[in-house]
């Protein structure tokens, strides 16, 4: 389980100079592949109104966005292939700025570090979107104008980018429109994942190689194998970047570090460590967490995904164990602290199957009930779980086409 880095507070004083040190080098979050064109933050690359889609217009809307509102339901389904363009104007003024701000938002400097927004890559008072659940859908900074390209179905929304405590004089006029995509368009279509019984190679034989839990490194058996993925490590590692999942950093100091720079930067800084936990004989190949910065230290979705020894039909697997910290508790090895994980780790498989299946990456998904399932044990630190024992199985496109819209 998660160690808890309580470095942070002790820390912080010291690492000022340093940040005031680094902010000039623009220092960034580390991603090896960032989200999509649809989802970048950087507002410099925001489209002038006169830059509009090809495609037929469906239907246009007015909303007016007051300084005390939060999401707004536009009441519109979008589907794959279609054009959101949203043009913004407006001003807002909040009572502790300096000045009034328009739809790009308030730029954020250092005493703005630890507040927690909506979307943390653009600042406060910004316009945002976000499309499809509200639990999973990434959200994303419209500013003063955007083109929004649709990669898969759901409900468009629209907001402030302000805590549920804030409130500005003002308003924003927000203009909607939806084009529908050209008959044979290509490009902006990605799949949407198929849902079926069995996949080909995903047998007990299979999962007689498969341990059905990680451990520790005295071998404590730890968090259940619950999902797997069949893709090449490119698709994985575009998956979950895509999907808005964030690579976890392996060093306390660089963690502290890399997140107080990245807040500066307009950057959400996702992670804490993630210990090491044990499969096939060695520690993780990734970690992958999808929670908001500072409350991150409680509350997180986790996953850690280890490259199996064995290929299926001559494709790799990557096998993972993901759990939902939603406290703290006593590790019963040390008399330590660390995080408590939700006990009905089935709701953090159906998280990660809805995050990832979200995406437009995944081809098929299936679930697969092994032989003697795992359905109750207790992890490397004491904590309890349960599971109706069934392992997600995600198999990638095998489509570099696919792949590609991403970038």
Known sequence: MSKIPFVFARLLPALVPLVLLAAPLQA???????????????????????????EKRRLSKDFTLKGD???????????????????????LRYADAKEENGPEGVSR??????????????????????????????????GAHRDVPVAAPGRFAIGVNQGQNDTADGTYSVHVEVFSAEAGAAGS?????????????IDNSLFAKIPRRVSDKEGNPGDMVNFLILGSEAAMQRLFTTAGWV?????????????????????????MPMSQLYLFGRSQDYGWAHAEPISVVASRN??????????????TVWVGAATHDIGFERDQRNNGITHKIDP????????VEKTLSSTGLVAQVTHFLPENPMQEAKTATGGSFHSNGQVLILKLSENEKDLSTSK
Request: hydrophobic share 35%; aromatic share 6%; net charge negative.
């Open 28 to 54: 960034q979050l580390v991603r090896e592949d960032g989200p999509p064109p649809s989802e970048q933050s950087d507002s410099s690359k925001a489209q002038s109104p006169s830059q509009t889609p090809v």
């Open 69 to 91: 509102s939060h999401w707004t339901d536009t009441n519109v389904e979008v589907q794959p292939g279609e054009h959101v363009v949203v043009t913004t104007t407006g001003k």
């Open 109 to 142: 400097g250092f005493k703005d570090l630890l507040r927690i927004l909506p979307f943390n890559g653009a600042g406060r008072g910004a316009l945002i979107g976000r499309i499809g659940d509200a639990d999973i859908a990434e959200t994303f900074l419209i």
């Open 189 to 201: 279509v990605r799949l949407v994942a198929q849902q079926v019984t069995s996949l080909p190679g």
């Open 247 to 271: 690579k976890v950093d392996a060093d306390v100091k660089n963690t502290v570090l890399h997140g107080v720079i990245g807040s500066l930067s307009k950057e959400s800084y996702l992670t």
């Open 302 to 315: 986790h996953l850690r995904v280890w490259k199996a020894p064995f290929t299926i039909n001559g494709e």
């Open 344 to 351: 009905n780790i089935d709701a953090e498989r159906e998280y």
